[in-house]
């Protein structure tokens, strides 16, 4: 009996689906399609689309030059926040003369340095030590964004859930309302937050705040797109075994998705964490405000003051961020299969 021809395509790890292969999940255990490049029947490597885009010299260009449009304003607020007091203001400091009609006399532009004449700590001095009103602020930033990340994987695990598993009538009409109240505007729906919050009693409390952004629609869609992948039989079994709806979520549903939770913990927490209209409307107690709207009332005569409290105030999403980029681009990747 003569051994069976083996495919050249199966030089990949998996099956074929045309330029893509099933791969196993290091997160979930499951497999999904990924690109990848191998060898043709006739033995000549054969690359995706999308990995000629990448590898491409214009395609690299044009992306370090939209990275260049992102960094260097960093580098700016981190290089100039070293700065000192005097320094500052003479470089970002703008006059004007209302009584001479020329142009290049009545303007002084700003002059935007990279790298400071002295390099100086006072900025940071200042801002941790001589006015401890900053830490209260960045304490508040945490008191709004922590319970907010929490509602939204909470809330938006279980309404998930239920748009996976239960087979309701009418669940797509239902994700679909989700779906169109997730593209609308942020200023669509502050008058009606305002009005649901004076109704309830709670403005100028956390909790006006907290509500609203922890029901969030952009939630529940990441983990129905992360839930979807896992296959239906997999809840059938255990439903035969005896499990209930409780067990299934928690057993089941919520460790199959643990990418989708890590790309939604990131995302909530950069979106809540720069979160500037809604405090300054709903909260009238200055003492309560997170340090994102104290950013905006710092005054031009305080310029130092506001790259230091930048950097300060990147830290935290920075941080999250670089520590869960790779859980990021996973969890969006299954999203954007299912």
Request: aromatic fraction near 14%; hydrophobic fraction near 50%.
């Amino acid at each position: 009996m003569t051994p069976k021809k083996q495919n050249s395509d199966q030089d990949c790890a998996g099956y074929r689906h045309g330029t893509y292969i099933r791969s196993r999940d290091r997160y979930s255990g499951m497999t999904h399609p990924t690109a990848c490049a191998c060898k043709t029947r006739q033995g000549e490597p054969r690359f995706t689309a999308a990995g000629q885009i990448r590898n491409s010299i214009p395609a690299k260009a044009l992306l370090i030059f939209i990275a260049a449009i992102y960094i260097i304003p960093v580098l700016i607020i981190f290089t100039n926040s070293f700065m000192s007091q005097g320094e500052i203001a003479r470089n970002y400091s703008a006059e004007y003369d209302l009584f001479d009609y020329e142009l290049r006399d009545r303007i002084h532009y700003a002059e935007y340095s990279l790298i400071p004449d002295n390099i100086t700590l006072e900025q940071y001095n200042t801002l941790l030590f001589k006015t401890p009103v900053y830490l209260d602020l960045f304490i508040n930033s945490l008191r709004l964004t922590l319970p907010i990340v929490l509602m939204q994987v909470a809330i938006g695990s279980l309404a998930a859930y239920g748009f996976t598993v239960w087979k309701l009538r009418y669940k797509e009409i239902i994700f679909c309302v989700y779906i169109i109240v997730m593209v609308l505007p942020f200023q669509a729906t502050l008058v009606s937050n305002y009005i649901m919050a004076d109704s309830l009693g709670i403005l100028n409390t956390r909790l006006s705040i907290i509500l609203p952004w922890g029901f969030s629609p952009f939630a529940v869609f990441i983990m129905r797109q992360c839930m979807k992948g896992i296959p239906y039989s997999v809840f059938e079994a255990a439903q035969i075994d005896g499990a209930g709806h409780i067990r299934r979520f928690f057993h089941i549903a919520l460790p199959l998705s643990k990418a989708g939770i890590a790309a939604l913990v990131i995302l909530s927490f950069a979106d809540a964490w720069a979160m500037v209209e809604h405090p300054m409307i709903f909260l009238k107690d200055l003492s309560m405000e997170p340090l994102s709207v104290m950013l905006f009332r710092i005054g031009q005569e305080n310029m130092g003051l506001i790259f230091a409290a930048s950097v300060f105030y990147m830290l935290p999403v920075v941080w999250i961020f670089l520590y869960g980029q790779e859980h990021l681009e996973h969890g969006v990747r299954l999203s954007a299969l299912r």
